[in-house]
């Protein structure tokens, strides 16, 4: 079943217009351009994406593919209208077969990857791209709205491809909207009079979707030149019947470069006046992302109570449990006779 991923729609009522003033580092600014007919989010995360890479000492490969899912998920996340999770995760064949994204509304994130450290420092720096660290497999993309309600998921096939591309494709195919993501990781370094240089990730993202009033300005998904119907522009993969409007967006989100997106100098605002300031554009309220894990020593508890007692004594290490959260490694012991 195809998840209802919502589009970047800030028209509900509750979302005021941002004040003056930029956009706080990570947050996702939603906004419009009303005469494209274009609704979007910008992504500008800092210390929240930084202590996550950090935290588990991840390779710099490992660390840009995590955080582009971070921050597709943080866009992705901020746009769900009911309290929830939304969860992005892959199951691969690569180097990195296994990358969990965790969204929480409001504003909580947490993420996670697997990865074969060996098969990662082995590869050379040329070819330890995103796509090739993914390999083949699947991305789930996942809306949980609670035990009362009911689970949708809509899964991509993984085979070589980029988290820009693997988007584009979702939203081509199971919700239908024209859409277009720019993604971006970088290291921002720093040296403090007397100190040693020091380094922090940066990441940041921005995604625009065409949402017409009429649907039927909506054309087919795009498809590739070789197998596309007449109709279809060889040369660029534009379909004739295309709407003016989303070809000028698009191709302006498609002028954004990663130090752009990374810049610590460049607010959201700033960017968005880069790209839209012939048609004008407007921002609504920041959304802030919050490093947090959701992980307790009561959960946890309760999740070993589910496991036999046998499975228990195996677990047993001189009158201990120890368990670590993945994710955040916090780490909670148990005398063995609490659980």
């Not at 597709?72 to 690569?94: H, N, P, S």
């Not at 796509?131 to 809306?143: C, D, I, K, M, S």
């Given at each position: 079943?195809?998840?209802?991923?919502?589009?970047?729609?800030?028209?509900?009522?509750?979302?005021?217009?941002?004040?003056?003033?930029?956009?706080?580092?990570?947050?996702?600014?939603?906004?419009?351009?009303?005469?494209?007919?274009?609704?979007?989010?910008?992504?500008?995360?800092?210390?929240?994406?930084?202590?996550?890479?950090?935290?588990?000492?991840?390779?710099?490969?490992?660390?840009?593919?995590?955080?582009?899912?971070?921050?597709?998920?943080?866009?992705?996340?901020?746009?769900?209208?009911?309290?929830?999770?939304?969860?992005?995760?892959?199951?691969?064949?690569?180097?990195?077969?296994?990358?969990?994204?965790?969204?929480?509304?409001?504003?909580?994130?947490?993420?996670?990857?697997?990865?074969?450290?060996?098969?990662?420092?082995?590869?050379?720096?040329?070819?330890?791209?995103?796509?090739?660290?993914?390999?083949?497999?699947?991305?789930?993309?996942?809306?949980?709205?609670?035990?009362?309600?009911?689970?949708?998921?809509?899964?991509?096939?993984?085979?070589?491809?980029?988290?820009?591309e693997v988007a584009h494709q979702y939203f081509a195919q199971s919700e239908q909207i024209p859409t277009r993501v720019r993604l971006a990781v970088g290291e921002v370094m720093s040296r403090q009079p007397g100190e040693a240089p020091s380094h922090a990730w940066r990441a940041g993202g921005v995604m625009v979707q065409f949402l017409p009033e009429a649907p039927d300005r909506i054309a087919h998904r795009d498809l590739a030149p070789g197998d596309a119907p007449g109709g279809l522009d060889d040369e660029d993969g534009i379909r004739e019947d295309e709407d003016d409007a989303w070809v000028e967006a698009r191709a302006l989100v498609d002028t954004v470069e990663d130090h752009e997106l990374t810049d610590p100098d460049l607010t959201p605002e700033r960017l968005l006046v880069r790209l839209f300031h012939e048609r004008g554009v407007r921002v609504y309220e920041p959304h802030p992302i919050h490093d947090r894990c959701r992980c307790s020593r009561e959960k946890v508890e309760s999740m070993l109570a589910q496991f036999s007692e046998e499975e228990k004594t195996d677990m047993t290490v001189d009158g201990e449990i120890v368990v670590t959260c993945e994710f955040c490694s916090s780490v909670y012991r148990f005398r063995a006779d609490e659980v």
């Open positions: 079943m195809s998840s209802p991923v919502p589009s970047s729609n800030p028209s509900d009522p509750a979302v005021k217009p941002a004040a003056i003033g930029p956009a706080p580092v990570d947050s996702v600014l939603p906004f419009s351009v009303s005469p494209l007919d274009v609704r979007g989010r910008v992504a500008l995360l800092g210390p929240a994406v930084d202590a996550i890479l950090k935290r588990h000492d991840y390779p710099k490969p490992v660390s840009r593919l995590l955080g582009e899912a971070i921050v597709l998920t943080a866009m992705l996340g901020t746009a769900l209208k009911f309290e929830g999770r939304f969860t992005l995760q892959t199951a691969t064949d690569g180097a990195v077969d296994m990358i969990v994204v965790d969204f929480e509304t409001p504003d909580r994130i947490r993420a996670y990857a697997r990865f074969d450290r060996d098969a990662v420092e082995a590869m050379p720096a040329s070819e330890a791209q995103p796509e090739r660290l993914l390999g083949q497999g699947h991305l789930a993309l996942t809306v949980d709205q609670g035990v009362h309600m009911q689970r949708y998921q809509g899964i991509v096939a993984l085979d070589g491809t980029t988290l820009e």
